[in-house]
Protein backbone atom coordinates (compact mmCIF):
# COMPACT_ATOMS: atom_id res chain seq x y z
CA UNK A 1 0.00 0.00 0.00
CA UNK A 2 2.97 1.95 0.83
CA UNK A 3 4.92 1.85 -2.65
CA UNK A 4 1.38 2.45 -4.36
CA UNK A 5 0.91 5.84 -2.52
CA UNK A 6 4.39 7.05 -3.35
CA UNK A 7 3.60 5.82 -6.78
CA UNK A 8 0.78 8.78 -6.82
CA UNK A 9 2.83 11.15 -5.02
CA UNK A 10 5.39 11.03 -7.37
CA UNK A 11 2.50 11.01 -10.44
CA UNK A 12 1.01 14.13 -8.81
CA UNK A 13 4.37 15.85 -8.92
CA UNK A 14 4.81 14.68 -12.55
CA UNK A 15 1.32 16.32 -13.48
CA UNK A 16 2.15 19.34 -11.30
CA UNK A 17 5.23 20.05 -13.09
CA UNK A 18 3.68 19.96 -16.83
CA UNK A 19 0.74 21.94 -15.38
CA UNK A 20 2.46 24.64 -13.62
CA UNK A 21 5.57 26.33 -15.48
CA UNK A 22 8.44 26.87 -13.61
CA UNK A 23 10.57 30.70 -13.33
CA UNK A 24 12.58 29.43 -16.05
CA UNK A 25 9.80 28.47 -18.05
CA UNK A 26 7.86 31.54 -17.98
CA UNK A 27 11.44 33.63 -18.10
CA UNK A 28 11.27 31.60 -21.69
CA UNK A 29 7.80 32.80 -22.38
CA UNK A 30 9.47 36.57 -22.10
CA UNK A 31 12.15 35.87 -24.25
CA UNK A 32 10.01 34.67 -26.75
CA UNK A 33 8.34 38.12 -27.46
CA UNK A 34 9.35 40.45 -29.83
CA UNK A 35 11.79 42.80 -29.24
CA UNK A 36 9.25 46.11 -29.39
CA UNK A 37 10.51 49.33 -30.23
CA UNK A 38 8.84 52.58 -29.35
CA UNK A 39 5.55 52.94 -31.14
CA UNK A 40 7.26 56.39 -32.59
CA UNK A 41 9.42 57.61 -34.92
CA UNK A 42 12.82 57.47 -34.62
CA UNK A 43 15.05 60.51 -32.67
CA UNK A 44 11.72 61.79 -31.53
CA UNK A 45 11.83 61.79 -27.00
CA UNK A 46 8.13 61.33 -25.75
CA UNK A 47 7.34 61.09 -22.20
CA UNK A 48 4.65 59.00 -20.77
CA UNK A 49 2.25 58.45 -17.87
CA UNK A 50 0.41 55.66 -16.18
CA UNK A 51 -3.25 56.20 -14.72
CA UNK A 52 -4.53 54.06 -11.95
CA UNK A 53 -7.94 53.78 -13.74
CA UNK A 54 -6.52 52.64 -17.44
CA UNK A 55 -7.24 49.02 -18.66
CA UNK A 56 -4.61 46.24 -18.53
CA UNK A 57 -0.93 47.60 -18.56
CA UNK A 58 -1.21 50.59 -20.84
CA UNK A 59 0.98 53.69 -21.18
CA UNK A 60 0.12 56.93 -22.82
CA UNK A 61 2.81 59.04 -24.68
CA UNK A 62 3.38 62.44 -25.79
CA UNK A 63 5.89 64.38 -27.50
CA UNK A 64 8.41 66.03 -24.92
CA UNK A 65 11.35 67.39 -27.79
CA UNK A 66 9.18 70.59 -28.83
CA UNK A 67 7.54 68.60 -31.60
CA UNK A 68 3.77 68.17 -32.15
CA UNK A 69 2.13 65.30 -30.62
CA UNK A 70 -1.34 65.83 -32.79
CA UNK A 71 -0.48 64.40 -36.20
CA UNK A 72 2.39 62.62 -35.17
CA UNK A 73 3.36 59.45 -36.90
CA UNK A 74 2.17 56.26 -35.01
CA UNK A 75 4.85 53.05 -35.65
CA UNK A 76 4.55 49.32 -35.37
CA UNK A 77 6.47 48.13 -32.20
CA UNK A 78 7.16 44.72 -34.08
CA UNK A 79 6.26 43.25 -37.61
CA UNK A 80 2.65 41.45 -37.52
CA UNK A 81 -1.22 42.25 -39.24
CA UNK A 82 -3.00 44.90 -38.37
CA UNK A 83 -5.99 45.40 -37.67
CA UNK A 84 -8.55 48.61 -37.53
CA UNK A 85 -11.22 49.07 -35.07
CA UNK A 86 -13.36 51.58 -33.54
CA UNK A 87 -14.67 52.58 -30.07
CA UNK A 88 -16.98 55.53 -29.51
CA UNK A 89 -16.97 55.68 -26.13
CA UNK A 90 -13.47 54.46 -25.55
CA UNK A 91 -10.43 53.51 -27.54
CA UNK A 92 -11.51 55.58 -30.59
CA UNK A 93 -9.73 55.11 -33.70
CA UNK A 94 -7.40 51.94 -32.88
CA UNK A 95 -4.85 48.83 -33.82
CA UNK A 96 -4.25 45.68 -33.04
CA UNK A 97 -1.02 44.07 -34.56
CA UNK A 98 -0.86 40.17 -33.79
CA UNK A 99 2.28 39.63 -33.70
CA UNK A 100 1.67 36.13 -33.33
CA UNK A 101 2.65 33.28 -30.21
CA UNK A 102 0.01 35.24 -28.42
CA UNK A 103 1.57 38.75 -28.51
CA UNK A 104 -0.04 41.70 -29.49
CA UNK A 105 0.22 45.37 -28.86
CA UNK A 106 -2.71 48.17 -29.05
CA UNK A 107 -2.62 51.58 -30.10
CA UNK A 108 -5.60 53.70 -29.23
CA UNK A 109 -7.03 57.23 -30.12
CA UNK A 110 -6.01 57.26 -33.16
CA UNK A 111 -7.07 60.31 -35.39
CA UNK A 112 -6.65 58.63 -38.84
CA UNK A 113 -5.71 55.08 -39.98
CA UNK A 114 -2.26 55.02 -41.99
CA UNK A 115 -3.04 51.02 -43.05
CA UNK A 116 -5.78 48.94 -44.65
CA UNK A 117 -7.70 46.30 -42.38
CA UNK A 118 -5.59 42.97 -41.89
CA UNK A 119 -2.99 44.10 -43.67
CA UNK A 120 0.77 42.70 -42.58
CA UNK A 121 3.04 45.11 -41.59
CA UNK A 122 7.17 45.63 -40.76
CA UNK A 123 8.30 47.28 -37.28
CA UNK A 124 8.79 50.52 -37.87
CA UNK A 125 6.12 51.28 -40.33
CA UNK A 126 3.50 54.00 -40.15
CA UNK A 127 0.13 52.65 -39.13
CA UNK A 128 -1.81 55.96 -37.81
CA UNK A 129 -1.81 59.06 -36.45
CA UNK A 130 -1.83 60.48 -33.08
CA UNK A 131 -4.91 62.09 -31.83
CA UNK A 132 -7.21 61.95 -29.24
CA UNK A 133 -10.35 60.16 -31.21
CA UNK A 134 -12.94 58.18 -28.27
CA UNK A 135 -12.98 58.74 -24.85
CA UNK A 136 -9.80 60.91 -24.64
CA UNK A 137 -8.74 64.84 -23.43
CA UNK A 138 -5.85 65.28 -25.35
CA UNK A 139 -3.89 64.08 -28.55
CA UNK A 140 -1.61 61.41 -27.22
CA UNK A 141 -0.55 57.45 -28.12
CA UNK A 142 -2.10 54.99 -25.56
CA UNK A 143 -0.29 51.61 -26.11
CA UNK A 144 -0.16 48.07 -24.64
CA UNK A 145 1.19 44.87 -24.83
CA UNK A 146 -0.89 42.04 -24.48
CA UNK A 147 0.18 37.94 -24.07
CA UNK A 148 -2.82 35.75 -24.67
CA UNK A 149 -4.90 38.60 -23.95
CA UNK A 150 -3.27 39.49 -20.93
CA UNK A 151 -1.44 43.03 -20.43
CA UNK A 152 1.96 42.84 -19.66
CA UNK A 153 4.47 45.18 -18.21
CA UNK A 154 6.01 47.10 -21.59
CA UNK A 155 9.22 46.43 -22.82
CA UNK A 156 11.37 48.28 -25.26
CA UNK A 157 13.90 47.06 -26.90
CA UNK A 158 13.83 44.21 -23.94
CA UNK A 159 14.02 46.86 -21.23
CA UNK A 160 11.05 47.30 -18.40
CA UNK A 161 9.39 50.53 -18.55
CA UNK A 162 8.80 52.01 -14.97
CA UNK A 163 4.96 53.35 -14.27
CA UNK A 164 5.53 57.12 -13.85
CA UNK A 165 1.87 58.78 -12.35
CA UNK A 166 2.41 61.98 -14.39
CA UNK A 167 4.37 63.12 -18.04
CA UNK A 168 7.51 64.77 -17.30
CA UNK A 169 8.85 62.42 -15.28
CA UNK A 170 10.61 59.75 -17.59
CA UNK A 171 11.68 59.96 -21.15
CA UNK A 172 12.02 57.64 -23.93
CA UNK A 173 13.68 58.29 -26.90
CA UNK A 174 13.39 56.17 -30.56
CA UNK A 175 15.02 53.83 -32.56
CA UNK A 176 12.06 52.41 -34.23
CA UNK A 177 12.90 52.80 -37.76
CA UNK A 178 16.53 54.32 -37.85
CA UNK A 179 18.06 51.33 -39.73
CA UNK A 180 17.91 53.41 -42.59
CA UNK A 181 16.38 50.72 -45.00
CA UNK A 182 16.86 50.53 -49.03
CA UNK A 183 14.29 52.79 -50.40
CA UNK A 184 16.24 56.26 -51.49
CA UNK A 185 14.60 60.09 -52.32
CA UNK A 186 17.05 62.01 -54.17
CA UNK A 187 17.06 65.84 -53.39
CA UNK A 188 18.81 68.98 -53.82
CA UNK A 189 19.47 71.33 -51.04
CA UNK A 190 19.98 75.53 -51.61
CA UNK A 191 22.31 75.81 -48.85
CA UNK A 192 24.86 73.49 -46.05
CA UNK A 193 22.62 72.51 -42.97
CA UNK A 194 23.03 70.98 -40.02
CA UNK A 195 21.80 67.27 -39.09
CA UNK A 196 20.10 66.76 -35.98
CA UNK A 197 19.41 63.54 -34.03
CA UNK A 198 15.78 64.12 -33.79
CA UNK A 199 12.79 66.51 -35.73
CA UNK A 200 14.09 69.63 -33.99
CA UNK A 201 17.21 71.72 -33.95
CA UNK A 202 18.96 70.20 -31.32
CA UNK A 203 22.08 67.82 -30.47
CA UNK A 204 23.70 68.73 -33.77
CA UNK A 205 25.17 65.61 -34.98
CA UNK A 206 27.30 67.02 -37.93
CA UNK A 207 26.77 68.60 -41.47
CA UNK A 208 24.99 68.43 -44.62
CA UNK A 209 26.84 70.00 -47.37
CA UNK A 210 24.80 71.90 -50.03
CA UNK A 211 23.90 70.01 -53.41
CA UNK A 212 22.33 66.56 -54.16
CA UNK A 213 21.52 63.85 -51.24
CA UNK A 214 19.53 60.35 -51.06
CA UNK A 215 17.09 60.57 -47.79
CA UNK A 216 15.25 57.71 -46.57
CA UNK A 217 11.87 59.01 -45.05
CA UNK A 218 10.14 62.25 -43.22
CA UNK A 219 8.97 63.18 -39.95
CA UNK A 220 6.43 66.20 -39.44
CA UNK A 221 8.58 68.19 -36.23
CA UNK A 222 9.53 71.56 -35.09
CA UNK A 223 9.08 74.76 -37.13
CA UNK A 224 12.15 75.58 -38.90
CA UNK A 225 11.89 78.82 -40.48
CA UNK A 226 14.49 81.05 -42.34
CA UNK A 227 14.41 83.87 -45.12
CA UNK A 228 13.01 81.69 -47.71
CA UNK A 229 9.44 80.69 -45.71
CA UNK A 230 9.25 78.00 -43.29
CA UNK A 231 8.78 73.85 -43.16
CA UNK A 232 7.29 71.25 -40.20
CA UNK A 233 9.05 68.39 -42.49
CA UNK A 234 12.87 66.73 -41.48
CA UNK A 235 14.34 64.37 -43.37
CA UNK A 236 16.57 61.36 -42.73
CA UNK A 237 19.55 61.30 -44.08
CA UNK A 238 23.11 60.05 -43.51
CA UNK A 239 25.55 63.41 -43.47
CA UNK A 240 28.26 64.81 -44.73
CA UNK A 241 30.51 65.71 -41.48
CA UNK A 242 30.09 64.39 -38.17
CA UNK A 243 30.70 65.98 -35.49
CA UNK A 244 33.15 64.70 -32.86
CA UNK A 245 31.01 62.22 -31.05
CA UNK A 246 28.32 62.61 -32.77
CA UNK A 247 26.78 60.20 -35.38
CA UNK A 248 26.21 60.93 -38.87
CA UNK A 249 23.98 58.14 -39.43
CA UNK A 250 20.32 58.49 -39.85
CA UNK A 251 20.19 62.20 -38.71
CA UNK A 252 17.37 64.81 -39.78
CA UNK A 253 18.17 67.88 -41.68
CA UNK A 254 15.26 70.18 -42.36
CA UNK A 255 13.35 70.11 -45.07
CA UNK A 256 13.01 74.19 -45.24
CA UNK A 257 16.52 73.72 -47.64
CA UNK A 258 15.26 71.75 -50.08
CA UNK A 259 15.79 73.61 -53.69
CA UNK A 260 12.44 72.85 -55.49
CA UNK A 261 9.71 72.88 -52.96
CA UNK A 262 8.29 75.79 -50.89
CA UNK A 263 6.58 75.49 -46.86
CA UNK A 264 5.59 72.46 -45.73
CA UNK A 265 6.39 70.63 -48.60
CA UNK A 266 8.81 67.33 -48.58
CA UNK A 267 9.13 66.14 -52.07
CA UNK A 268 12.38 64.35 -54.15
CA UNK A 269 13.51 66.21 -57.43
CA UNK A 270 11.18 64.14 -59.15
CA UNK A 271 7.78 65.49 -57.49
CA UNK A 272 7.34 62.37 -55.22
CA UNK A 273 6.33 63.28 -52.03
CA UNK A 274 8.91 61.54 -49.27
CA UNK A 275 7.57 59.17 -47.56
CA UNK A 276 6.75 59.01 -43.56
CA UNK A 277 9.26 57.11 -41.59
Known amino acids: MRSIRLTLLALGALLAGLLMPSAAQADDVTAQAPVFKA???????????????????????????????????????????????????????????????????????LAAFSVANGQHVSQGQQIGTTGSTGNSSGAHI????????????????????????????????????????????????????????????????????????????????????GTYGYNHWWLRTDLDLTYPGGNGRNAYVPAYYLSRWGNDEARDNNGTVIPNC
Open 39 to 109: PFACGQTWTYSHHSAEVRRALDFIRSDGGTTAGSPVLASAAGTATRHYQAGGAGNYIIIDHGGGWRTYYFH
Open 142 to 225: HYEQLLNGVGQTIRINGQTLPYPSSYGQRHLTSDNGCSGGGNRYWVDTFAQTEGYSGAAARNAQGLLYAGTHYVYCKVWGERYS
